[in-house]
């Protein structure tokens, strides 16, 4: 609806008879929402949803669902990451809100903002503002403001759309910058043509929403974000890691850089990474071997960095500013990249594996794996990552103690050695342990 509409109906609505609401609606096409929200989302959050509208306009305070949730009611896609932002007082609501549920609240009083969370869902309130940016890429200076200029800050036309929860106007579509249009067209736009300079993480913001939602950068907004891709170096490493984790959550990481690579957003990075078709293979490889405990982030980055040497992996560490993990993870995945030759003989008894391989994490291991040509090497890291790292033998420290082993270095390496025979199959039973034990015993008299 233009705004000229919007502005005519909610001056209207209040009073009119449903003939002049109607009149209006088909006049200004009014899209109302209220039927998806009710079809798409879970029937708690939606009474949640209805009951919040109801207890802010009873404070005087419009209340409207904004952004990312707003554009898969549309696509139809589920989304149940509620963004609330209310015109008016956002933590003063949030704590009016936590009576309807018994849930847990958490205020940010410094950026107005709350989050209520109850079970298993999550809903994030902020007060409507409006931002300015004293320099391209600094943090947006931020005022309270009304949801017309909240929606005008966005990073593109299908997240700056928002659905009014006021009970006069619930389920009314926001869009003043043609949001659904671009969602039809499959179109990614900025708002304004400084967008990309005020906030260059919005780069990767939109190479992101590109991929995932197999849409295209609208001709001006690529041709900005080329443009624009020096102002990245204005943006903190914690920001552009941030960004990155977001790919790497995406379910094909790899489109994205593939297109990072292409248009030269990659190399702001690091000028020797590449997001070419051997990178596509190693993620999807990776996908395959990974298993649900092993941080993904950190698997993803170690495969990006995969073709870095020892120093260049140093840069990226420190102009990402990487968690401890990940730059642990970057780092075992190097060195162990340096010992994969060993690894290629078929020979190997699993306790050499286990010895090889024991002191590297699992997203290293999986990355070596997923990069390396060697079948053998591929079928060792294996076996190293399904089995020998379960492996322990029965008998511990005290129980060598009590079978008269003195205290000390020696006693260490025998327990080293049970647990290559467990490793190896040589013992299998606690009574193997115990005879292996005594064996060497014997041999010590
Ligand atoms: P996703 O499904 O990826 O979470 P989302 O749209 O919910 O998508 P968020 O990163 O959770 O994205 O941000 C919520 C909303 O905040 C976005 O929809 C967008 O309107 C706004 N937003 C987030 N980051 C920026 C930014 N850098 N510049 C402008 N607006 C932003
Ligand atoms: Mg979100």
Redesign the pocket.
């Known amino acids: 609806m233009g705004e000229v509409g919007r502005e005519l109906s909610n001056n209207l609505c209040y009073n009119a008879d449903y003939q002049i609401v109607d009149f209006i609606a088909k006049m200004t096409k009014i899209i109302n929402l209220s039927s998806q929200i009710k079809e798409q989302l879970p029937t708690k959050l939606v009474n949640f949803l209805h009951a919040a509208g109801e207890i802010a306009a009873k404070q005087g305070q419009k209340l409207y669902l904004?952004?990312?949730?707003v554009?898969?009611l549309l696509l139809k896609q589920a989304?149940f990451?509620l963004?609330l932002v209310v015109e008016g007082d956002a933590i003063n609501l949030a704590k009016q809100l936590t009576q309807l549920k018994q849930g847990k609240i958490t205020t940010h009083p410094h950026f107005g903002t709350a989050k209520l969370q109850w079970g298993k869902w999550s809903v994030d309130l902020a007060t409507a503002r409006s931002e300015t940016y004293a320099k391209p890429g600094a943090l947006p200076v931020v005022e309270p403001s009304s949801i017309d200029s909240d929606l005008s800050?966005?990073?593109?036309t299908i997240?700056?759309m928002a659905i009014c929860l006021t009970p006069d106007h619930y389920g009314e579509l926001i869009d003043l910058h043609g949001g659904r249009d671009d969602l039809e067209h499959g179109l990614i736009r900025i708002l304004h043509k400084k967008s990309f300079s005020d906030?260059a993480?919005?780069i990767w913001?939109g190479l992101?929403?590109e991929q995932r939602l197999d849409f295209q950068l609208e001709k001006n907004t690529l041709k900005l974000l080329k443009r624009n891709i020096p102002m990245l170096d204005t943006i903190s490493g914690d920001r552009i890691r941030y960004e990155l984790e977001?790919i790497f959550k995406e379910k094909s990481p790899e489109k994205i850089l593939r297109q990072a690579g292409e248009l030269g957003v990659l190399a702001k990075l690091h000028p020797s990474l590449k997001g070419n078709g051997w990178l596509a293979g190693r993620f999807r490889q990776a996908r395959q071997l990974s298993s649900p405990d092993v941080p993904t982030v950190g698997l993803y980055l170690a495969l990006l960095a995969y073709p870095l040497t020892n120093e260049e992996n140093k840069q990226l560490i420190s102009h990402l500013r990487l968690t401890k993990s990940q730059a642990q993870t970057l780092r075992d995945t190097n060195s162990l990249k340096d010992k994969l030759g060993p690894l290629a003989d078929p020979e190997l008894t699993p306790s050499r594996i286990y010895s090889l391989l024991h002191s590297y994490s699992a997203p290293a291991i999986i990355a070596n794996e997923s990069a390396s040509d060697s079948p053998i090497t591929r079928r060792h890291l294996q076996l190293f990552l399904d089995k020998l790292r379960y492996v322990k033998p029965i008998l511990n420290g005290d129980a060598l103690l009590k079978m008269g082993i003195a205290p000390g270095p020696h006693l260490k390496e025998i327990l080293n050695c049970l647990h290559d025979a467990r490793l190896d199959g040589k013992v299998t039973s606690r009574q193997d342990e115990e005879n292996l034990v005594k064996r060497w015993l014997d041999k010590e008299k």
């Open positions: 904004v952004g990312g949730v554009r898969d989304n990451d963004d800050r966005r990073d593109f997240n700056a906030d993480t919005r913001r992101r929403y977001c």
